[in-house]
């Protein structure tokens, strides 16, 4: 909603300004479509020459994020830590045997589908089965550090994975200004070639060109950059909860009190989202 928002008053502060100020909307607005046609089809061309159809893709779904905000709020990390707790508590009373058919097929377990939207995470699922399914295989006689590195390894490449789409955005950010003055550039050319129209004519042609301009920064710093901050934003958001499952993991496979698990978990989450501990003390008892 906020981007949104963000990108009302942008238009109407710039333009309304222009206009309060005394200038002429008409040949403005008469300058965009072609302009932008510039402008936008050589974005889209050194977009499509420097992606794959993978990373145009992600890119596409990337507004979606932009525009919907994080995918997890406080239900959902404490529904994380619920899950995982309960895994881990069957592993230390029931031992690998009882835990290993809800990590080989999490779809079928009665136990994942309690929570069917961390179940449609598949990154997140996947990161909880498959360090399980190790424990599981080794009957518990790996080292606790080892299982660290090899969630962070797994969070890291999802995370740098995902975050392919703003680094695409805040190259066409980059790249925005300059094909704003291959469009002027264009008109200029444009222009020259009727130098011998009367100067009002001139004067009209020269404002156009000088629009390509005008909208190639615009886009770069009042759209793309933007955006793409807010994609990072969200992007770092979602990423909370695969660090809340590793802090649970590693701090029950270290053998540390429910509490100071609890606290492991709760440290990493943004306070917007964080249960307090009795919330989730007091759900994991009723469980």
Same mark, same amino acid.
């Given at each position: 909603?906020?981007?949104?928002?963000?990108?009302?008053?942008?238009?109407?502060?710039?333009?309304?300004?222009f206009v309060?100020?005394?200038?002429?909307?008409?040949?403005?607005?008469?300058?965009?479509?072609?302009?932008?046609?510039?402008?936008?089809?050589?974005?889209?061309?050194?977009?499509?020459?420097?992606?794959?159809?993978?990373?145009?893709?992600?890119?596409?779904?990337?507004?979606?994020?932009?525009?919907?905000? =994080?995918?997890?709020?406080?239900?959902?990390?404490?529904?994380?830590?619920?899950?995982?707790s309960k895994?881990?508590?069957?592993?230390?009373?029931?031992?690998?045997?009882?835990?290993?058919?809800?990590?080989?097929?999490?779809?079928?377990?009665?136990?994942?589908?309690?929570?069917?939207?961390?179940?449609?995470?598949?990154?997140?699922?996947?990161?909880?089965?498959?360090?399980?399914?190790?424990?599981?295989?080794?009957?518990?006689?790996?080292?606790?550090?080892?299982?660290?590195?090899?969630?962070?390894?797994?969070?890291?490449?999802?995370?740098?994975?995902?975050?392919?789409?703003?680094?695409?955005?805040?190259?066409?950010?980059?790249?925005?200004?300059?094909?704003?003055?291959?469009?002027?550039?264009?008109?200029?050319?444009?222009?020259?070639?009727?130098?011998?129209?009367? =100067?009002?004519?001139?004067?009209?042609?020269?404002?156009?060109?000088?629009?390509?301009?005008?909208?190639?920064?615009?886009?770069?710093?009042?759209?793309?950059?933007?955006?793409?901050?807010?994609?990072?934003?969200?992007?770092?958001?979602?990423?909370?909860?695969?660090?809340?499952?590793?802090?649970?993991?590693?701090?029950?496979?270290?053998?540390?009190?429910?509490?100071?698990?609890?606290?492991?978990?709760?440290?990493?989450?943004?306070?917007?989202?964080?249960?307090?501990?009795?919330?989730?003390?007091?759900?994991?008892?009723?469980?």
């Amino acid at each position: 909603m906020f981007p949104i928002i963000g990108l009302v008053v942008l238009l109407v502060m710039v333009f309304g300004g222009f206009v309060i100020t005394g200038g002429a909307i008409g040949p403005v607005a008469e300058a965009i479509p072609h302009e932008m046609l510039i402008i936008g089809g050589a974005a889209a061309g050194a977009l499509i020459i420097g992606n794959s159809m993978k990373e145009l893709k992600a890119l596409g779904a990337s507004f979606g994020k932009i525009f919907k905000g =994080p995918k997890y709020k406080k239900q959902d990390y404490l529904d994380v830590i619920f899950l995982v707790s309960k895994l881990m508590k069957m592993l230390r009373t029931e031992g690998p045997i009882a835990l290993e058919p809800h990590v080989e097929d999490p779809k079928s377990s009665a136990l994942f589908a309690e929570y069917p939207k961390l179940l449609a995470d598949h990154t997140l699922i996947n990161l909880i089965a498959d360090t399980l399914r190790l424990v599981v295989v080794s009957s518990g006689t790996l080292d606790v550090h080892a299982v660290e590195e090899v969630m962070d390894n797994m969070i890291k490449t999802h995370h740098h994975e995902v975050e392919g789409p703003h680094g695409t955005m805040n190259s066409l950010a980059d790249a925005l200004p300059a094909l704003g003055i291959v469009a002027a550039v264009l008109g200029v050319v444009k222009t020259m070639g009727s130098i011998d129209k009367p =100067p009002a004519i001139l004067g009209g042609m020269i404002g156009s060109a000088l629009v390509g301009t005008f909208m190639g920064v615009l886009l770069a710093y009042g759209m793309v950059a933007p955006l793409a901050s807010r994609l990072k934003q969200v992007i770092d958001a979602d990423a909370a909860i695969y660090h809340v499952v590793k802090q649970i993991i590693i701090a029950s496979l270290h053998g540390h009190p429910q509490p100071l698990v609890i606290e492991a978990a709760r440290s990493g989450i943004a306070h917007s989202n964080q249960p307090n501990f009795a919330e989730v003390f007091d759900g994991l008892r009723g469980r």
